[in-house]
């Protein structure tokens, strides 16, 4: 589509949001004037809905991406142990009204709905003045030669500027600030924080009940028989010998057990050759036939490496158990400073977080470090699941892109040329000057001026010269904050 259709359709568009607008006016008075709260819910819809076509015309006709800004949505309202869901001090029999009045809640506190919905009520006459105008007079182009012609042409050629004043002022209203991207932030990892403590204390169960289970019975059981043997070592050796035996058998199974529980808690191997070697130990062991591919840099931390370990290790027993895989490839690589794990297998596919609680413990697992889990699994195969651990590898160095040519260029005619202005055409003939020096200064081009135009050639080469050094101190000290603060900007975005 031209720039003249773009230009178009969005007037045309926000030309009829006024419709949009007359609707939310019309809603206001009943909703908070007679207390008909049912209809903000809606109408908060309604709008955004506009504004996610907004956002999404802007990134493909505009060519300016606006991120989503809204807060995360509330979490489900969970049952008490008597069964019934608690909103403030009210109880409900059912979920419907507690999840209700939380969305209520969040809606209405979002500051993101109340861009919205300035956004909406400003935009027919941002679109009235930066599209409309300049994008109808365009079809005169092809009329005869008329003064109105001209204007077209101007029209056509300003359009395009046009068209970025427009993606300007959506992003302005429309994406996220600084400190909605922080609110979200912190929900998230509150919402983290409670998941992580959720899964830490199922981990404890799981250990106190396998220790329960397992070791703790065969060491009572080792205990009774060795009672036993006391009783029969003077009467019957033969049969004491054979208790012995079994005590042996079962302190042996014991040990094995202890060590897989260890194992299970963190591996050793893990702490001492780190994550390829744990894993490529980790797919021996495994009865399907694997592939290891390891390209680290660096070595993550600790905690990353435990959790990327044994989320492989609950995606191969996936793959084994549910799956029916006969092979399966593991990819561990770097992308940035992030840790990439990528794990495809060719059993029957079908895989779903929400119908187990093995992926949905790995979502768990990575959720405490930003990390994100994306599923592929057709059905019928293959199955391939990625996940990424932003800001693992702190030891890597950081990229930071060049300085772009024009300003390189320009950081170096500051520097080459910032002197020549400065110093013997500025500074230099100024002290010339006060004190009243007549010979000498045949390479000093300001002394050869009238005397009325020394002194402002004088100041402007001392001026000229200031703006160039400060020129090229400047630009790269711009450039290195700007992409600090992309990295910043990035991490929260991550963090969302």
């Not at 809606?42 to 800004?69: C, F, Q």
């Not at 365009?138 to 993606?167: D, E, K, N």
């Amino acid at each position: 589509m031209t720039a003249v259709g773009k230009a178009l359709a969005l007037g045309a568009l926000g030309v009829a949001d006024v419709a949009l607008v007359a609707l939310v006016l019309v809603t206001v008075v009943p909703m908070f004037g007679t207390g008909m709260i049912f209809l903000f819910p809606p109408i908060v819809w309604l709008i955004r809905s506009r504004t996610r076509l907004a956002r999404k015309l802007a990134g493909t006709w505009l060519g300016t991406e606006v991120p989503v800004p809204y807060l995360p949505p509330p979490p489900p309202a969970r049952p008490q142990p008597d069964g019934w869901y608690r909103h403030e001090r009210q109880l409900y029999k059912t979920p419907r009204w507690p999840d209700w009045h939380n969305r209520w809640k969040w809606m209405f506190s979002d500051p993101a709905t109340w861009r919205d919905t300035l956004w909406l009520c400003l935009n027919p006459l941002a679109a009235g003045v930066l599209l409309l105008p300049l994008a109808a007079p365009v079809g005169f182009l092809t009329a005869p030669w008329h003064p109105i012609t001209l204007f077209a042409v101007a029209a056509a050629v300003a359009l395009p500027w046009s068209l970025r004043g427009y993606a300007w002022w959506t992003r302005l209203l429309l994406s996220p600030t600084a400190k909605s991207v922080l609110a979200g932030r912190i929900q998230r990892l509150d919402r983290i924080r409670l998941e992580a403590a959720d899964f830490q204390a199922a981990e404890l169960r799981r250990i106190e009940r396998d220790l329960h289970d397992g070791a703790q019975a065969r060491l009572v059981a080792m205990g009774m028989t060795l009672g036993a043997i006391e009783e029969l070592v003077d009467r019957d050796p033969a049969a004491a010998k054979a208790l012995l035996s079994k005590v042996r058998e079962a302190s042996s199974a014991a040990l094995t057990e202890l060590r897989d529980l260890v194992r299970g808690i963190h591996p050793p191997v893990l702490a001492e050759r780190g994550l390829g070697d744990a894993v490529r130990a980790l797919a021996l062991d495994s009865p399907l036939k694997a592939t290891v591919t390891v390209d680290l840099t660096t070595r993550p931390e600790s905690p990353v490496e435990s959790a990327a370990y044994f989320s492989i290790s609950e995606l191969l027993t996936n793959a084994a158990r549910h799956g029916g895989a006969n092979h399966v490839w593991i990819d561990i690589s770097t992308h940035d400073r992030a840790l990439r794990v990528t794990v495809t297998d060719d059993g029957c596919g079908g895989a779903d977080p929400s119908r187990g609680s093995g992926l949905r413990g790995i979502e768990r697992r990575l959720a405490a470090f930003g990390g994100v889990l994306a599923i592929s699994s057709p059905p019928g195969g293959p199955t391939t699941v990625t996940f990424d651990l932003p800001d693992a590898l702190r030891e890597a160095d950081l990229v930071r892109p060049p300085l772009p040519r024009r300003k390189a260029v320009v950081v170096a005619l500051g520097w080459g040329l910032g002197w020549l202005p400065l110093f013997p055409q500025g500074l230099v003939v100024m002290v010339m000057k006060i004190n009243g020096v007549k010979e000498g200064f045949s390479w000093f081009l300001a002394l050869y001026l009238p005397e009325p135009w020394q002194w402002p050639l004088i100041i402007f080469n001392i001026a000229l010269g200031v703006c160039l050094y400060v020129a090229a101190m400047g630009i790269p000290i711009q450039h290195s904050y700007r992409c600090m603060a992309q990295t910043a900007w990035a991490h929260l975005e991550l963090g969302r």
